[in-house]
């Protein structure tokens, strides 16, 4: 798509996205993007699975099965779908992430949002250095480009709702334990989302115009994202702001709670040694410390107002997480 404008496009150009598969539309990421992109009431959203999957979908949704070692399986599953959404585990066998791209681009779709719903790798070198895995989701984005496709990644930070209730390991709160490990002093803020805000980002950027009208045409389209990132939050927050809604959601005072102090390099190099010895926590627990160090690598100003985001509330957000953990 070389032209800039809409009234340069052949005859027959639909200046919306219409179609979207997603990949992991039962995860926990995916089934959220697959529920407000439905809601937008303009989309049609095909669920490309496999065999084995019984993850439930939302209503609305189409699935499809594939078998990821049969090309012309998903091929078939993607022609004329106008974008692909991929989530998938880390868990994942090495090679998914390809072989889907691959059938993507034979089958003509021309956008494509990979796997790489992160932190923001994009600004720091020595943010990739110390996090190796930031290679591979910017290697995700470069291998849709070299394939002639178009993407947009999603630059969310952490996710609030899981970092809260996964454990120690992340945002350093035991919540069954009413015990915390602050980074440092506790007081460096940084950039986290919750999962509802990252739906609503990806709806209200499929709900875009993918191209202005005309020159004269200045409102917010597909294409100003075109090989770049969505960079949405919901919050820029320390432990210590957390510690004070948690504290709010569970009727407690900083008194009820256990707090400990560890300088978050220590804790970096100490995850390192974890995940070396095959504990793979200790991934989560370097990554976090990382990103918490007071350097602000991750650090990024969002798209938020662009897209007409709404401001959330920590405190309900907080509640939310809290329930996840303790199940009330």
């Avoid at 600004?123 to 470069?142: H, T």
């Avoid at 709900?207 to 770049?228: A, R, W």
């Avoid at 010895?277 to 410390?289: N, P, R, S, T, V």
Wanted: hydrophobic content about 40%; proline content about 4%; some cysteine.
């Amino acid at each position: 798509m070389t032209q800039k404008y809409a009234k340069d496009q052949p005859q027959g150009f639909i200046n919306h996205v219409q179609k979207v598969a997603i990949v992991g539309a039962g995860g926990n990421i995916g089934r959220v993007f697959a529920e407000h992109i439905l809601k937008t009431g303009v989309h049609a959203v095909t669920a490309i699975n496999r065999e084995s999957s019984n993850s439930p979908l939302a209503n609305g949704i189409k699935r499809v099965v594939v078998d990821y070692d049969d090309q012309d399986s998903i091929v078939s599953a993607l022609k004329g779908q106008d974008f692909l959404i991929i989530t998938l585990s880390l868990a994942a066998p090495p090679g998914t992430h390809s072989k889907l791209l691959q059938a993507a681009a034979k089958a003509g779709v021309p956008y494509f949002m990979p796997n790489a719903h992160s932190i923001n790798f994009n600004d720091s070198e020595i943010l990739l250095q110390d996090i190796p895995i930031g290679r591979v989701v910017l290697g995700n984005v470069a291998e849709v480009e070299q394939r002639g496709m178009t993407s947009i990644t999603l630059v969310s930070g952490f996710w609030y709702e899981y970092s809260l209730n996964v454990g120690n390991q992340t945002f350093g709160f035991d919540l069954k334990n009413r015990a915390a490990t602050f980074y440092d002093n506790g007081k460096k803020a940084v950039n986290v989302s919750t999962w509802p805000q990252c739906g609503r980002a990806v709806a209200a950027l499929l709900s875009l115009k993918v191209l202005p009208e005309d020159e004269n045409d200045k409102s917010v389209t597909v294409s100003q994202f075109h090989n770049k990132s969505l960079y949405v939050t919901s919050f820029k927050v320390s432990q210590r702001d957390i510690l004070k809604s948690v504290e709010v959601a569970t009727g407690t005072t900083e008194k009820d709670w256990k707090i400990t102090h560890q300088p978050s390099d220590v804790r970096y190099k100490e995850g390192m040694e974890e995940l070396s010895e095959g504990d793979q926590f200790g991934f989560l627990k370097a990554m976090y410390a990382r990103v918490f160090y007071p350097s602000g690598d991750a650090d990024f100003e969002p798209h938020n107002k662009l897209l007409s985001l709404p401001e959330e509330d920590l405190q309900d957000a907080t509640r939310e997480a809290i329930k996840m953990a303790l199940g009330h």
